[in-house]
């Protein structure tokens, strides 16, 4: 049916990591990314021992890999096959060094279907070989009669995929319309690709690979925490509901408030909160989110960092989820998402897509993530590196086969229709057998002794801990996981301080400390941050209240005018000095502040319009007068202290009017000036009434000062004749002599204001 004549186009290129989309979507928290003062010198500091770990860890990374090898992912060339029929290609495996390529074509009216219809073998440069080229697999009896009965009494039966699963060879085919009408041919396969044909009865053998290595757990009554706003607490870490007509995410167990840090909206807003299916699951850092609001039929897949304490939805987690090495994240057809923040979904066709296998390198560093999706005849491939926590560029195909010495060739799809040219793809690969690489000679240096797959782990170790340390948007909980991380390291490679492999202990050391050092400080700013941020929320829900009560209000007479513009100023007052707290935000203060400047005008604009009524100030003027009468009635100098208060609060009123009316844009000169010289007087009035009351105060004053200096050396004499008495000794007569010379400074101290009295002293 094929032939071997193929076309080569030799390539280069490889797939690097795959660019990668850092979750932006919650709101900034006080706090989260400060900088100043000490903070930032630690910060500085902290990412100078940062580079210089990741500097030693990489330079050690190049000798494992000239000690090891680290073969990388590479394409080498793009082949054509040419076959004898139309037909589909459906898989590919690799059996010994023969690939068996299956393919699915349409039945001939005029002939059966015969074994080179749907298999034939190649070798690795494409070319056909017979079909005894694997002894046992294409060639045995039993097979073909077996073959030619599933085809004689199952017209319509198709190939749907080739799978190797633990020493045997699966042919799977789809016999009727339902998924689960199939038969299964099945080989044994030894290790150096003999094959021996068993029977037509390996569904057992085709058993589906669990789609998850996740544990979810669903949420319970228990997890609910009720309130105004109530919610559902994932292990006391992110809060859910999908009340109001909102699914939303939480980082605080606030229930005063609906807001989080993520919301979608549900179809069905009536809903209470047990209605809605929510369930979890952990990896690392990372907690995935399984929620099915009342009423819909699709699971939503979220994913909370409680590193970054962001939230991105990724619903490919549904169709099968895997953990990443050392749980650095996870991975799913046709996505990933990492601890460190970044996550990523490729605009691919993952229609029914589910996990098959895993391959891990024999180096440590490399795992290929296989996917399949089994109606389609359709595989993703997604190769992670665990040194340096990138995926790369996801390999679509429609079969796949791993040759022993890691080379891979694809099946590329290039649309479902029949044709006679396949596009192959031939690639060089990390993931050679574990028998291969044992067959590699071992050295005898410092590497050698420490083993490539714990230099592995512990290189990924630090440049994962270099590149948290270099994170932009830090956080609290960023640093104290940094921190954590480095002691693991210390402790988990022992060889880390060995100068022979780099002494990667020192810089690593130097990171865990100053990480500690930046999180005690990150602490301290976080909390003057966060009591900047409160006094400016106090501050501008102040002015808004004023402002929303002026904007109400028609005051009828001067005072509550006055009154109205002083309390709007003093609140643009105290919310300029807030500038000078540390970590403010003056950016919003200064536009408040402008805010409350535009309302100060307005609300200028309407008292000059009362003002400048001839009768504007009379209830000011009555006031005035009572303010005389109550001065008058003064008898002491403590019931003049309200009085010179009420004095000071009309002073300042009138002031801020006067300041106002300057500033504002009157067309009619007439106007301001007539205001002006209504105020003048108002002052004037308030200015007697000072005057009067000064003198009134003085007077009781200097009264209320003799009436006290009377009593006062009254009692000074009654002490002088006390001591006398008990002066009956030298040391009494001493004791008894400073404790009247004392009294007597305390009383020129009281009474230094008037002569005659310090005379009479």
Sequence with gaps: MTTGTHETHHDSARPGPAPETTAGTTPRRPGTAVDGGAYQVLRDRLTDRASELARRAEALNRRRAE????????????ERL???????????????????FGY?????????????????????????????????????????????????????????????????????????EKPGDIRVLRWTV????????LDARGDRDHARVPPADVEWTPATREDHVLGRHPHVSVRGEVFVDTLGGTLTVKAENDTGTPDGIHSEPVDEPLQSLADADVAHARVGPLILLRILP??????????FNTLTRTVVRLDGIGQGVRRLPEDQGVVFPGGYCLA????????????????????????????????????????????YNQIREAVATPMACHGWALFDDGHLTLLRPEGDEPARVHPVQLWDTPYLSDARA??????????????????VRGISDCLSLARAAAETTPTAEIYATLAAACVRALDTHHWLGDQEVGDLRTPLEEVRATAAQVLAEFETVTDLTRRAAEALDEAAGRIAAVVRRLRGEQPREAAAWVRGLTELRQAQGHLLT??????????????????????LGSFGQRAVAFLAREDAFAAHHTDLERLHADIEAVTTTAQAAPLAARLDELADGLRTVTEVVAGLDIADATVRTGVLERVADAMGGVNRARATLDTRRRALLDREARAGFAAELTLLGQTVTGALAAADDPDACDDQMARVLAQLEELESRFAEFDDVLGEL
Excluded: C, W
Aim: charge should be negative.
């Design 438 to 455: 044992a067959a590699q000679p071992v050295g005898e240096g410092p590497l050698a002794r420490v083993g490539n797959a714990d230099l």
């Design 104 to 176: 699915e074509t349409r039945p001939r009216p005029d002939r059966d279907t015969t074994v080179g219809d749907v298999l034939a073998a190649h070798d690795r440069d494409l070319n056909r070989l017979p079909d005894d080229a694997v002894p046992g697999l294409l060639d045995d009896p039993a097979f073909q009669r077996e073959f030619a009965a599933l085809h004689r009494y199952y017209r319509q039966a198709r190939l749907l995929r080739l799978r190797r699963v633990e020493g045997k060879l699966l042919a799977v085919f789809q016999t009727g």
């Design 190 to 197: 030894s290790e150096d690709g003999h094959a021996e044909f």
């Design 82 to 100: 040419r076959t004898g029929r139309t037909a589909v290609p459906r898989d590919v495996v690799a059996v010994g060094d023969v690939l068996l």
């Design 578 to 599: 807030l500038k000078e707290m540390r970590y403010a935000d003056r950016e919003r203060i200064d536009a408040l502040a402008a805010e409350a400047e535009d309302d």
């Design 67 to 78: 000690e090891f090898g680290a073969p990388e992912l590479r394409l080498t060339g793009t």
């Design 340 to 383: 460190a923040g970044s996550h990523k979904t490729y605009e691919l066709d993952t229609e029914g897509m589910e996990f098959e296998r895993e391959v891990r390198s024999p180096y440590g560093e490399d795992v290929l993530y296989a996917f399949h999706a089994p109606a389609r005849g359709r595989a993703l491939l997604l190769s």
């Design 294 to 303: 009342y009423k819909e039929t699709a699971h939503r897949h979220l994913v």
